[in-house]
């Protein structure tokens, strides 16, 4: 080799280049904005009262087995 090999940016490369940086800038921006959840129901992040289920656990509103169209499954045999 010559010298050291620089790095540049091939005409076909810029596109896919501008493509990264955009999805970055978007998710960059969704995550500034500090959007919690949607504003329907049954979106968003799963938020668990850790304290509410402890004390129907206790209260015996919830089973301490597994459903009942639970099966587990069997690894496979070789």
């Known amino acids: 080799m010559t010298g050291p090999r620089r790095w540049h940016v ?43 289920l402890e004390r129907r656990i206790e209260a015996g509103d919830l089973s301490g087995r597994e459903a009942l169209w639970y099966r587990a499954v069997e690894p496979a045999r070789r």
Do not use: K
């Not at 810029?14 to 940086?21: D, E, I, K, R, S």
């Not at 999805?23 to 979106?43: K, N, V, W």
């Open 10 to 52: 091939r005409r076909r490369d810029a596109p896919f280049l501008a493509l990264v940086a955009l999805t970055l800038a978007c998710i960059g921006g969704f995550l500034a904005t500090g959007s919690d959840s949607p504003a329907g129901p049954g979106g968003g992040w799963r938020r668990i009262d850790r304290d509410a």
